[in-house]
C-alpha cells in the first residue's frame, strides 16, 4: 500500500461532493456591505429542500421558539439573518455529508458524533462571548477529517484502526504513528477548500490540544463540546477514547462543572433533533 502524505489527502478533497451553489453565493453575499434579509431569504429559497429542512431545525428545540415559524422569512425575523444563513451552511454541509455515510455504519457515526458535538459547542457558547451559530458550525465539522480518512481512504484508516486497537491509544496518536499527521489537520483543509472562515479552520486543527492554541476561545470551546459528547454517547463508539478533557481549557472558558451538567442536560433533551441533520 502506497504511503500516503497530507498533500495527497488534500488534493483529493476536490473529490468531495460539493458544496451547494446557493452556500457559496450566500456566504459572499454575507460578507458584504449592506445585507438585506429579503436578498437572504430569496437565496435560501432558491434551494427548495434546504429551505425546508431550514424550517424544520427552526422549529425544534435547538432554537426553542416560543412560536412555530413557517417561512425562511418569519424565521429570519425571530431568530436572525446570521442564525439563519449559518443554520443554512451547517446543512449544507450534512447534506453532502451525511449522505455519504447512508450505507456505511462507521461513517454514520463519525457524522452523528459530529451532530452531538455541534449541539454541545451550541449550548456552550451561550456560557461565553462566542457566536453560537459559529461554535455549531465548527463542531459539525470538528471530525470531518476523520470522516474524510473513513470514506476516501479506507486501507489506510483500516492501518489506523489496527494501531489504535493494538496500542490501546487515542484515533489522533494512532494516525500520528501510522500517518504522520491527523484528522484534526485534515478538517483544517476541508474547512478551508469550503470557504469557511479561518477561525473554523483554526479550531478544527487545534480541538484535541487546545493548550497549544492560546489565542483561541473557540478552539477550547470545541474540545470541552467533543469530550462531552462522548460523555453523552450519542452513539457507541468502541474506536476511539473518550478524550482527557483540558483543565487549561475549562478555565479559559470559565466553565464550572455545574455548568458541563447544564449543558449536557440540555443536549440531552436535543438528541431527536440529530434527524434534522441525517439524509
Known amino acids: 500500500m502506497t504511503p500516503l502524505t497530507l498533500q495527497a489527502v488534500a488534493a483529493d478533497l476536490v473529490n468531495l461532493p460539493a458544496v451547494p451553489a446557493v452556500m457559496t453565493e450566500l456566504v459572499g453575499y454575507l460578507q458584504g456591505e449592506d445585507i438585506d434579509a429579503k436578498k437572504v431569504a430569496h437565496l435560501i429559497t432558491r434551494d427548495p429542500v434546504l429551505s425546508a429542512r431550514c424550517v424544520n431545525l427552526a422549529n425544534s428545540s435547538v432554537y426553542g421558539l416560543n412560536k412555530r415559524v413557517s417561512t425562511i422569512q418569519d424565521a429570519i425575523t425571530v431568530i436572525g439573518q446570521q442564525a439563519v444563513s449559518t443554520m443554512v451552511s451547517s446543512l449544507a ?9 447512508t450505507h456505511d455504519h462507521a461513517l454514520k457515526d463519525i457524522w452523528i458524533h459530529s451532530v452531538c458535538t455541534a449541539l454541545c459547542a451550541r449550548v456552550l457558547a451561550r456560557h461565553t462571548r462566542l457566536n453560537p451559530e459559529t461554535a455549531f458550525t465548527t463542531g ?11 470514506a476516501r481512504f479506507k486501507e489506510h484508516y483500516a492501518q489506523v484502526l489496527v494501531h489504535q486497537r493494538a496500542e490501546d491509544c487515542r484515533m489522533a496518536k494512532a494516525e500520528k504513528a501510522v500517518l504522520g499527521f491527523t484528522h ?17 479552520g483554526r479550531a ?4 484535541h490540544d ?18 462531552l459528547a ?14 482527557r478533557l483540558s483543565e487549561y481549557a475549562l478555565s479559559r472558558l470559565s466553565l464550572e462543572f455545574d ?4 449543558a449536557m442536560a440540555t443536549v440531552e433533551e436535543q438528541r431527536g433533533d440529530v434527524k434534522h441533520f441525517m439524509f
Do not use: C, Y
Open 93 to 101: 454541509v450534512a447534506s453532502r455529508v451525511a449522505g455519504m455515510a
Open 140 to 150: 459539525l465539522l470538528h471530525d470531518i477529517g476523520k470522516f474524510v480518512l473513513a
Open 184 to 200: 484534526a489537520e485534515i478538517g483544517a483543509q476541508v474547512a478551508d477548500e469550503w470557504k469557511f472562515a479561518p477561525e473554523v
Open 204 to 207: 478544527v486543527s487545534g480541538h
Open 210 to 227: 487546545p493548550e497549544q492554541h492560546p489565542a483561541s476561545t473557540l478552539t477550547s470551546l470545541i474540545h470541552v463540546a467533543n469530550a
Open 230 to 243: 462522548h460523555v453523552l454517547q450519542f452513539v457507541d463508539d468502541k474506536e476511539d477514547l473518550a478524550p
Open 259 to 262: 455548568d458541563l451538567k447544564a
